[in-house]
């Protein structure tokens, strides 16, 4: 039975540039998994007053999350960190499945998951950095490596459109093998 790869990827932007590698990604693993995209943009921002009883749209994300057998991460790098509204899911994320019941545990406790990024220059690098360390403290089973980081062109601001090299493709193809042997293929 395949795999269901939930990718959840940090920018909002419709065409983002980390949405154009999750896209890829989707590409790379073809039918070897079944692969869906989270959709969270319209999630509040994690707020104890509104915990609980949950919102139903973090209700519906935890659902999904639950369901997936594995997440891929793809974050893009705002001020060497990943962005707000990806921090703001995994807050949510990392609150209990049953109200103030601690040990119910979380929608990703001992998920397994990968991250990759695309940025300028660093290639994610940072945000990677400090997004390897938030899952491992929310106790996510992480494949720390390998990781993707694609660094942008000057040429892919002014088109808008991300171009891989083929050192970016090779890492990539490696990343998707490595993952699916992690999460038991």
Do not use: C, H
Request: net charge neutral; glycine share 6%; proline share 4%.
């Amino acid at each position: 039975m395949k795999k269901n790869i939930l990718m959840i990827v940090g920018s909002m932007r419709k065409e983002s540039f980390n949405r154009q590698l999750a896209n890829k990604i989707k590409e790379i693993l073809g039918d070897r998994a079944e692969v869906s995209f989270l959709e969270y943009s319209g999630i509040p921002y994690m707020n104890q007053d509104i915990e609980s009883p949950a919102p139903n749209q973090i209700v519906r994300i935890k659902d999904e999350v639950l369901k997936a057998d594995a997440l891929w991460v793809i974050t893009p790098e705002y001020n060497f960190s990943y962005p707000g509204v990806l921090k703001n899911l995994l807050d949510w994320l990392s609150r209990p499945l049953k109200e103030n019941d601690f040990s119910s545990g979380t929608a990703v406790k001992m998920k397994k998951v990968t991250i990759s990024g695309v940025s300028g220059k660093s290639a994610a690098g940072g945000a990677r950095k400090k997004l390897t360390e938030l899952l491992k403290l929310m106790k996510m089973e992480l494949m720390e490596t390998p990781q993707t980081g694609v660094a942008l062109t000057s040429e892919a601001f002014k088109t808008d459109k991300i171009d891989l090299s083929q050192t970016d493709i090779d890492a990539l193809n490696q990343q998707v093998d490595e993952f699916l042997k992690f999460i038991g293929e």
